[in-house]
């Protein structure tokens, strides 16, 4: 089981940035990609983006395009979400999780909190 620890998070003003991380540790080596949710209060977690450990192939909701970046660093077994142009509708509680192949997300991080004052 691969255990992510989210890290980052705080109150940014309209139109700033963060960069979250999430370092991955335990069974890394069976986890084959990273990805970051957020939930709302009174709203359903929401798919944010992912990464591949091994291509690097990412995935971004339409609602974050062009405006944040999901990268990693394999020495480090550490995820990163790079979130600019921040909008109030992006607060929430940003979850990091793991999945490996042909599964699931299945391992997930306590989350760590982001709220953007508008």
């Known amino acids: 089981q691969v255990q992510p620890v989210e890290s980052g998070g705080g109150l940014v003003q309209a139109g700033g940035s963060l960069r979250l991380s999430c370092a991955a540790s335990?069974?890394?080596?069976?986890?084959?990609?990273m990805g970051w949710f957020r939930q709302a209060p009174g709203k359903e977690r929401e798919f944010v983006a992912d990464i591949q450990w091994t291509s690097g192939t990412t995935r971004l909701a339409d609602s974050v395009k062009g405006r944040f970046t999901i990268s990693r660093d394999n020495a480090k077994n550490t995820v990163y979400l790079q979130m600019n142009s921040l909008k109030p509708e992006d607060t929430g509680v940003y979850l990091c999780?793991?999945?490996?192949?042909?599964?699931?997300?299945?391992?997930w991080g306590q989350g760590t909190q982001v709220t953007v004052s508008s």
């Open positions: 335990g069974r890394t080596f069976s986890s084959y990609a």
């Open positions: 999780a793991a999945r490996r192949y042909l599964s699931s997300f299945d391992s």
